[in-house]
């Protein structure tokens, strides 16, 4: 249960008492299942993902560098192509035209230079998005903001009781609809995925945050949007169907060092990746950043 908040803002947090509820999906991926009831303790969570005006804030005051901002180590990678060792990340390129859905790595594009300062690439700066959720943090960058806000992140269960808003058993965050009576509750793909984006013009990616309805809680871009971070290791109920939103060969490795991703993206699609449930969950290696992947803080 919820209590009753205002209007959020950039730091609003919502109390949540807590409680028991049905979690995971068996009607989607094996990777969510099975169903079991959890119980979550009392704690508050933000009621927006945190923005890059926030994280910018965040950066002037520590001088913090992001993962994205360093070069990887070539150890990690032997035989790697050096240019993909440079700093960078990846970046969501959608295709010429139709494309076979087998192989995500045809519109993921690691791209140096690109970090939450310039989330797709050198040259294109933050102008016009400082209310949209920050991207290319990988799970390090995070936890080392909410460290400095005097916060975490949540844990898979806590995210997923959060992201239901009370609604037990439902598949989505406001019932078991997609677009109920045609209308889009969240930031999803629009159009025909990796090719055709319907977006309106400056929405063909992120959107401000809150610019959707709340779930039941008064938490705002739980699905959809970005991808969000939480603090759990990714242990394998199942192994994913498809790593569809991954930029990273990683995600495959057992021996990586993977987080769960929770909430789907503005690239989730019908076609190609359902994950735009609460129940959704997908692994991350932890100091990788993405341009559809961000993070909200909790507090206990």
């Given at each position: 249960m919820a209590k009753?908040?205002?209007?959020?803002?950039?730091?609003?947090?919502?109390?949540?008492?807590?409680?028991?509820f049905r979690m995971g999906s068996e009607a989607f991926y094996p990777e969510e299942g099975p169903c079991r009831s959890v119980t979550v303790g009392a704690f508050e969570i933000d009621a927006l993902p945190v923005t890059y005006g926030e994280y910018r804030r965040f950066v002037d005051a520590t001088g913090y560098?992001?993962?994205?901002?360093?070069?990887?180590?070539?150890k990690r990678f032997p035989g790697a192509d050096p240019t993909l060792l440079m700093p960078g990340a990846a970046v969501f390129t959608p295709t010429a035209g139709p494309v076979p859905l087998n192989n995500h790595?045809?519109?993921?594009?690691?791209?140096?230079g690109a970090s939450w300062r310039y989330p797709l690439g050198k040259g294109k700066s933050?102008?016009?998005?400082?209310?949209?959720?920050?991207?290319?943090?990988?799970?390090?960058?995070?936890?080392?903001?909410?460290?400095?806000?005097?916060?975490?992140?949540?844990?898979?269960?806590?995210w997923e009781f959060a992201?239901?808003?009370?609604?037990?058993?439902?598949?989505?965050?406001?019932?078991?609809?997609?677009?109920?009576?045609?209308?889009?509750?969240?930031?999803?793909?629009?159009?025909?995925?990796?090719?055709?984006?319907e977006a309106p013009p400056g929405l063909e990616r992120t959107a401000p945050v809150g610019s959707y309805p709340p779930n039941g809680f008064g938490l705002y871009d739980m699905i959809g949007n970005v991808w969000e971070w939480t603090q759990d290791p990714y242990h394998r109920l199942e192994t994913p169907t498809r790593p569809c939103c991954s930029s990273s060969q990683q995600a495959d490795d057992p021996a990586a060092n993977l987080k769960v991703l929770k909430g789907g993206s503005h690239l989730c699609a019908p076609e190609y990746?359902?994950?735009?449930?609460?129940?959704?969950?997908?692994?991350?290696?932890?100091?990788?950043?993405?341009?559809?992947?961000?993070?909200?803080?909790?507090?206990?």
């Open positions: 009753q908040r205002s209007k959020p803002t950039a730091a609003s947090m919502v109390a949540l008492e807590g409680g028991t560098i992001s993962d994205a901002e360093k070069a990887a180590d070539p790595f045809q519109w993921w594009q690691f791209t140096p933050l102008k016009g998005i400082a209310k949209h959720p920050v991207t290319q943090v990988s799970f390090n960058d995070a936890m080392a903001y909410a460290e400095w806000v005097g916060k975490d992140l949540p844990t898979e269960a806590e992201a239901r808003g009370g609604l037990e058993g439902r598949e989505f965050a406001w019932g078991d609809e997609l677009h109920p009576e045609g209308e889009r509750l969240a930031k999803t793909w629009q159009g025909e995925f990796p090719w055709r984006n990746c359902q994950r735009y449930r609460p129940a959704s969950r997908h692994p991350q290696p932890v100091d990788e950043a993405t341009s559809h992947i961000g993070f909200r803080c909790v507090r206990r």
